[in-house]
C-alpha cells in the first residue's frame, strides 16, 4: 500500500503567515489522485482539496494545493484564526486507499 | 444540505457485533456512493467500506473483510454497517461519508457525518 507522510506532525505560525503542508507519498501517486481535508477538534473531516489542486466548493482561495508523483503540498497564504487544525492528505489512486497521519497547524 | 447522521455505536465486547446506521438527507441519495471511514488517535483515518450507488458492490478494507457487511436501502436514504467478530482494534470513531462523485466513485469524500463511538471491550 502506499504510505502518505506528512511531517513534521505539528507546525507553528502566526495568523496571517503562509504554512506550506507537506505530504510524500512511498510509491507514485496516479493521475495527481490527491485530496486534502481539514479537521478541527470534534468535528469530521472537511474536503478541501481534490486532483491535488482543485480546490472544493466554498473552500477559500487561500488554500492552494499543489504537486505530483510523490511529492505534493497545502499552502495556506494568510493564516487566519480559523484555519489552525489538523490536515490530513489522502491518496484514492491506488487501492487501499490511504491517509497520511496529519499535521496540526498550531498557533 | 448534505447532512449524514450516523448511529448504532456503543460499548461491545470482544467477538460481539454491532450494526450503524447513517441517515442521508439533502441530496439524491441514490446517486451517490456510500464510504464507511474510522478514525483513532493511534492509526487515525482508515477506509473501511464502500458501496456503489446502486447497492451491486460492496468493497472492502482487508482488516475487516469477511467480517464487516456494508448495505443500503435507498428508499430510506440510510446506509449500514454490519460488524461482526468485533476486535479490540476495530474501536474507532465510525464515519460515514459521500463519494464525492455521483454515479460513479472516485474515493475521495465531500460530505462526512459527525461520527459514531465503537469500543470494543470486555
Known amino acids: 500500500e502506499i504510505v502518505l507522510t506528512q511531517s513534521p506532525g505539528t507546525l507553528s505560525f502566526s495568523p496571517g503567515e503562509r504554512a506550506t503542508l507537506s505530504c510524500r507519498a512511498s510509491q507514485r501517486i496516479n493521475d495527481r489522485y490527491l485530496a486534502w481535508y481539514q479537521q478541527k477538534p470534534g468535528q469530521a473531516p472537511r474536503l478541501l482539496i481534490f486532483?491535488?489542486?482543485n480546490r472544493a466548493p466554498g473552500v477559500p482561495d487561500r488554500f492552494r494545493g499543489s504537486g505530483s508523483g510523490t511529492d505534493f503540498s497545502l499552502t495556506i497564504s494568510r493564516l487566519e484564526p480559523e484555519d489552525f487544525a489538523v490536515y490530513f492528505c489522502q491518496q484514492y489512486g491506488t487501492s487501499p486507499i490511504t491517509f497520511g497521519q496529519g499535521t496540526r497547524l498550531e498557533i | 444540505q448534505v447532512h449524514l447522521v450516523e448511529s448504532g455505536g456503543g460499548v461491545v465486547q470482544p467477538g460481539r457485533s454491532l450494526r450503524l446506521s447513517c441517515a442521508a438527507s439533502g441530496f439524491t441519495f441514490s446517486s451517490f456512493g456510500m464510504h464507511w471511514v474510522r478514525q483513532t488517535p493511534g492509526k487515525g483515518l482508515e477506509w473501511v467500506s464502500f458501496i456503489p450507488s446502486d447497492g451491486n458492490n460492496q468493497y472492502y478494507a482487508d482488516p475487516v473483510k469477511g467480517r464487516f457487511t456494508i448495505s443500503r436501502d435507498n428508499s430510506k436514504n440510510t446506509v449500514f454497517l454490519e460488524m461482526n467478530s468485533l476486535k479490540p482494534e476495530d474501536a474507532a470513531v465510525y464515519y460515514c461519508?459521500?463519494?464525492?462523485?455521483?454515479?460513479?466513485?472516485?474515493?475521495?469524500?465531500?460530505?462526512w457525518g459527525q461520527g459514531t463511538l465503537v469500543a470494543v471491550s470486555s
Open positions: 486532483g491535488a489542486s
Open positions: 461519508a459521500r463519494d464525492a462523485v455521483p454515479d460513479t466513485w472516485e474515493f475521495y469524500f465531500d460530505s
